[in-house]
């Protein structure tokens, strides 16, 4: 295969990596920017309109995060972890083969990739308890500070890990493309 910028597997990294791991971070991230700037006024009331904002942002994230991980895994991984024959040399169409290959890049490996088969599961899962919770508890999410205070930081452990997992994957993809 040629080294084509729009190849299906490198539209499908794409996809996977810009389009709905970037779509998830931006959304995580409008997601704790909206439980912090919107809290309830005063007289300790948010709007229903605030109240649906909020929850539809978060389940956006929630949905984002389970379909960037399903894609990972399921799509981009299985292409990254091929197995080249023996005695080729030129492992441009084997990612994990040629990461290995180099004392330099083993550690994308044995530290970058395996870190991204399973830290985007836990964000998927804590962005999914706070789109439940918001969701489910509507305007008191926004009112109420000890729902707000623990949704605001499993929102900011999930931006972290998006963010931690994002810059992994470039680096990756940067030494060994899936072309």
């Not at 597997?9 to 810009?18: A, C, D, N, P």
């Not at 895994?73 to 169409?93: C, H, I, K, M, N």
Request: hydrophobic share 55%; net charge positive.
């Amino acid at each position: 295969m040629d080294n084509l910028l729009f190849s299906t597997r490198s539209l499908l990294t794409m996809l996977h990596g810009i389009v709905l791991g970037g779509g998830a971070l931006i959304a995580v991230g409008a997601a704790l920017f909206a439980l912090i700037a919107m809290r309830a006024s005063a007289d300790g009331a948010a709007t229903d309109a605030q109240a649906r904002y909020v929850g539809w942002l978060l389940v956006a994230a929630a949905v984002l995060l389970w379909l960037a991980v399903i894609a990972g895994t399921y799509v981009s991984f299985p292409p990254y972890r091929a197995t080249p024959p023996e005695g080729l040399t030129d492992l441009s169409q084997y990612p994990r083969a040629l990461i290995r290959s180099d004392a330099s890049t083993a550690w994308l490996h044995s530290i970058a990739m395996e870190s991204k088969e399973h830290m985007p599961w836990i964000a998927a899962m804590l962005a999914t308890g706070v789109a439940f919770t918001g969701t489910r508890y509507r305007g008191r999410l926004l009112s109420d500070a000890r729902l707000r205070g623990p949704a605001i930081s499993l929102l900011s452990i999930c931006f972290v890990l998006v963010a931690a997992i994002s810059m992994l994957g470039i680096l990756i993809n940067k030494v060994a493309p899936l072309q």
